[in-house]
């Protein structure tokens, strides 16, 4: 994760952005020539038109997301406090069912490790996340970044969730994912769909001149935007098989909508609500997981 910097830009660091702009960057999951895209308060938008991938062009960040107990307890309270069930109920469905050893990474405060505790008694389940959250019984947890810290075993499921949209390098992460896995196991990501009909929606207003959605999906909060065709080309590039794919959203409770007052506020969740409805119609849903194969060796 990005170490944590002043949130307010320079004159020096605007200038560099605007120059930044003019100049293409390679896309972090095809190494294809990424185009600037759209500028936003916080960083300046690249897309790639190979691949579809969407992220932010580090050098021009203005802010840092900090992972602290800040980010858990007050920033994302309400994500943390509801925890999507359904969620971990379907991913638990397609882990294998005698998966002796099982690895959450990004673990945050531990609420999928807790749903397995309670499935899969005598499994052992092992977390890793920046943040130490408190200890949880019949769970191991670890305290580090994984692309750094020794982990010399392997496991029979290895699963992520919400964790790749906040990772500067996504291949290699995505790389330490399936080293992590034993051969023939099974490796779980769950993103945002970059493709979904929040997202589209919320670029349609930032051309119509309406850029709060905009500005809150592609804040420096998250660092890429998958669509479904660039998470599954970074899960095969990093020698994963695909094999099934879940198109769902977030529990609406977990849904953090600021606004300056209740009736505004409850008006933009009525809009959040809508969008999550029509997605989950037409396909086209706020989140993706992807469960793959590890191939190899």
């Excluded at 896309?27 to 190979?50: E, K, L, M, N, S």
């Excluded at 029979?156 to 330490?176: G, I, K, M, N, T």
């Excluded at 420096?220 to 198109?247: C, D, K, N, Q, Y």
Aim: overall charge negative.
């Amino acid at each position: 994760m990005p170490e944590p910097r002043e949130t307010q830009p320079s004159p020096e660091s605007a200038q560099a952005s605007a120059a930044a702009t003019q100049d293409a960057a390679a896309c972090p999951i095809c190494g294809q020539a990424a185009r600037f895209w759209f500028t936003h308060p916080d960083v300046d938008i690249y897309r790639c038109p190979a691949c579809t991938h969407a992220f932010s062009r580090l050098d021009t960040l203005r802010c840092f997301e900090t992972y602290d107990e800040q980010y858990y307890q007050e920033t994302h309270r309400n994500w943390f406090l509801n925890p999507n069930r359904a969620l971990f109920r379907w991913i638990d469905s397609q882990l294998p069912a005698d998966a002796a050893a099982i690895l959450d990474v990004g673990c945050g405060n531990g609420d999928f490790l807790k749903h397995l505790a309670t499935q899969r008694p005598g499994t052992r389940l092992v977390g890793i996340d920046l943040f130490e959250p408190a200890p949880i019984d019949g769970v191991e947890l670890l305290h580090g970044d994984v692309l750094e810290r020794p982990l010399e075993e392997t496991f029979d499921a290895v699963v992520s969730l919400a964790v790749v949209e906040h990772v500067p390098a996504v291949l290699p992460f995505a790389q330490r994912m399936a080293q992590l896995c034993k051969p023939g196991g099974s490796v779980v990501m769950m993103t945002l769909n970059g493709d979904g009909l929040l997202y589209q929606s919320a670029r349609l207003g930032r051309r119509l001149g309406l850029a709060n959605a905009s500005d809150r999906l592609y804040s420096s909060h998250h660092l890429h935007h998958f669509t479904p065709a660039s998470l599954r080309g970074l899960l095969e590039r990093a020698g994963l098989e695909v094999t099934s794919v879940h198109h769902h959203n977030a529990p609406m409770k977990s849904v953090d909508v600021p606004a300056p007052n209740a009736p505004t506020r409850a008006v933009l969740k009525s809009a959040v609500a809508l969008c999550f409805a029509a997605g989950k119609l037409s396909g086209r849903c706020y989140l993706q997981t992807m469960v793959c194969r590890r191939t190899g060796d």
